[in-house]
């Protein structure tokens, strides 16, 4: 058969049965508005997404504002509510200035490509997420990734750059492991030569810090003049969108250039409502975050996960994905539903579940966790 006789797309189904036999294969499962299960897949890590009080953030912002933001914000989407929550994060987190976006996946793209280009050196964990792999990829920067938490990497790439400038790319809190970024020492690394330090703390905000103000402000670089934060809604504070943070000069360049947020329509009223709901609870109810860690333990505990965690994320590494798949959908059949992260969201050979700790877990919850756990991994043990 000629090239003109093939579909262009016959090229999926092979994809496909290839992805199926590696146990790669994804799908979409619509999960009910009131879910029959326990929930330790979600990233609700302080249990905001259906408080009350979030939920009327969120109605309350439609009513005045309306279902949509109508545009960019440098036309008709920006509106009081997004800059008031904008201050709002910012006196929170410890930052001059916040920008939001529509999303953490676009508030990490608009400020690594912002603060970069051409004439710029990229440092990137290796271990870093998607969107920030991807940012990079978009920069024009030249890019040197680095493993995973090792200091000295980054010293040595910085140490032999030609490029005017240079940014440093790490997670505070590393999404599919949970541990931390050594962030002092990055910081003491990046000062030496220059660079600034651009951290990405999607799973910090809300657990780590006093009162779940990141990692960032728990060890003391909250606000410094060469630090840049990126943040997301969508995960401690239960609604959706994203931010970035840091000296009020970078919030005016990302207005100028960034293309994430000049050509992208602004986040909806209401999950800015929602998000600055969340925020005022969180401020209130500082003991969410230490919940979120005590609850943490104790299932690394119930897993008999060798480290103790140092987020909301607990990973039970099994190996290959059909190993883990089965191991999922074994909680899932007893009630607890679970992640399952395979390649490529984890290195091959690592698949795991991947369990969130939520600071509105009740002891009827931890004990059910608990049971369904021990007797799933005690069968494949």
């Known amino acids: 058969m000629t090239r003109a006789g093939l579909s262009p797309l016959a090229w999926l189904d092979e994809y496909a049965r290839q992805r199926r036999a590696a146990g790669l294969r994804r799908e979409l499962r619509a999960r009910p508005p009131v879910g029959t299960e326990l929930d330790l897949a979600s990233n609700d890590y302080l249990g905001l997404a259906q408080h009350p009080e979030v939920i009327e953030g969120a109605v309350a912002a439609v009513r005045t ?43 990490n793209i608009g400020a690594v490509v912002s603060l970069t280009g051409p004439d710029a050196l990229l440092v990137s964990d290796a271990l870093t997420h998607a969107s920030l792999i991807d940012a990079c990829r978009l920069s024009r920067a030249r890019v040197v990734v680095t493993p995973h938490r090792d200091v000295a990497a980054v010293e040595g790439a910085l140490a032999e750059r030609t490029e005017q400038r240079a940014v440093v790319v790490t997670e505070s809190v590393f999404s599919a492991d949970g541990d931390l970024a050594p962030l002092r020492e990055l910081h003491e690394v990046c000062r030496r030569h220059g660079a600034l330090l651009l951290v990405d703390e999607a799973h910090g905000l809300g657990v780590r810090g006093a009162g779940g103000r990141g990692l960032l402000h728990e060890v003391g670089l909250a606000g410094a003049p060469d630090v840049v934060m990126t943040a997301t809604m969508s995960k401690a504070l239960g609604s959706q969108g994203g931010a970035v943070l840091g000296p009020a000069a970078v919030r005016d360049h990302l207005i100028d250039t960034a293309r994430t947020f000049i050509f992208d329509t602004g986040l909806a009223p209401a999950a800015v409502g929602a998000a600055g709901a969340a925020l005022r609870v969180l401020t209130a109810e500082p003991w969410r975050a230490a919940a979120v860690l005590r609850h943490a333990r104790t299932l690394a505990e119930v897993c008999d996960v060798a480290e103790p965690p140092e987020s909301a994320v607990v990973s039970v590494i099994l190996g290959e994905p059909e190993v883990a798949l089965a191991a999922a959908g074994a909680c899932l059949e007893r009630g607890l539903r679970v992640g399952c992260f395979r390649p490529p969201t984890v290195p091959a050979g690592t698949s795991r579940l991947r369990l969130t700790a939520r600071a509105s877990l009740t002891e009827d919850e931890m004990a059910l966790a608990r049971s369904v756990l021990t007797d799933v991994l005690s069968a494949r043990a």
């Open 65 to 107: 504002w309306g279902a949509g933001s109508t545009g960019s914000r440098l036309v008709t989407g920006n509106t009081e509510l997004h800059e008031k929550f904008e201050r709002a994060l910012a006196d929170f987190v410890g930052f001059e200035s916040a920008l939001v976006f529509s999303s953490g996946y676009t508030a």
